[in-house]
T-cell receptor, first 113, second 116 residues
Framework: EADIYQTPRYLVIGTGKKITLECSQTMGHDKMYWYQQDPGMELHLIHYSYGVNSTEKGDLSSESTVSRIRTEHFPLTLESARPSHTSQYLC????????????FGQGTRLTVV | SQQGEEDPQALSIQEGENATMNCSYKTSINNLQWYRQNSGRGLVHLILIRSNEREKHSGRLRVTLDTSKKSSSLLITASRAADTASYFCATDFIERPNFGNEKLTFGTGTRLTIIP
């Protein structure tokens, strides 16, 4: 079982609220990712990081922001949640070296009402 | 976009039959990976095949890679009800070969249903 954790698992929040989705891994992985997935749909890469103080935007434009102050922690923040942000958010990590698998957390299902 | 596309989008077969899913991608890759997702939860890695490999086996899984056609297939033999899940292929860009998983991008997925 992968040592990567996301909290909360489920979140229902009102429009305009600021939220932070947590992602932590204990594997010492340098690379971390955030994906957005609507039910039954493909995964879209929204943010990734190569290591501490490194963050990059993914293929899908997102109003969220991320930070990487510690290797093990890669939180995602929405300053003002909107109903269009309703989705599942998946965090993953992998080693820096090439040709290695990614490990996923269980996801956070966000509903903005 | 680097994302792959799986075919078919959905597949239903009887338990014991073989299931084949295909993935096509657009540009050169470092490797191609297959993942499984149960009921919208996190993804689990199944198998990785490097760009210089043509076929790989892992238990009941067989993956092929044809870089000239930019396509891959995943075969699950002797399917079981527990194989019911969504299967995704993911490609790793080749732009910076030493970095790996730089932008691990996923395809659209195949929803597999095994009928007992």
């Amino acid at each position: 079982e992968a040592d990567i954790y996301q909290t909360p698992r489920y979140l229902v929040i009102g429009t305009g609220k600021k939220i932070t989705l947590e992602c932590s891994q204990t594997m010492g992985h340098d690379k971390m990712y955030w994906y957005q997935q609507d039910p039954g749909m493909e995964l879209h890469l929204i943010h990734y990081s190569y290591g501490v103080n490194s963050t990059e935007k993914g293929d899908l434009s997102s109003e969220s922001t991320v930070s990487r102050i510690r290797t093990e922690h890669f939180p995602l923040t929405l300053e003002s949640a909107r109903p269009s942000h309703t989705s599942q958010y998946l965090c993953a990590s992998s080693e820096f070296a090439g040709n290695t698998e990614a490990f996923f957390g269980q996801g956070t299902r966000l509903t903005v009402v | 976009s680097q994302q792959g596309e799986e075919d078919p989008q959905a597949l239903s077969i009887q338990e014991g039959e073989n299931a084949t899913m295909n993935c096509s991608y657009k540009t050169s890759i470092n490797n191609l990976q297959w993942y499984r997702q149960n009921s919208g939860r996190g993804l689990v890695h199944l198998i990785l095949i490097r760009s210089n490999e043509r076929e790989k086996h892992s238990g009941r899984l067989r993956v092929t890679l044809d870089t000239s056609k930019k396509s891959s297939s995943l075969l699950i033999t002797a399917s079981r009800a527990a194989d019911t899940a969504s299967y995704f292929c993911a490609t790793d860009f080749i732009e910076r070969p030493n970095f790996g998983n730089e932008k691990l991008t996923f395809g659209t997925g195949t929803r597999l249903t095994i009928i007992p």
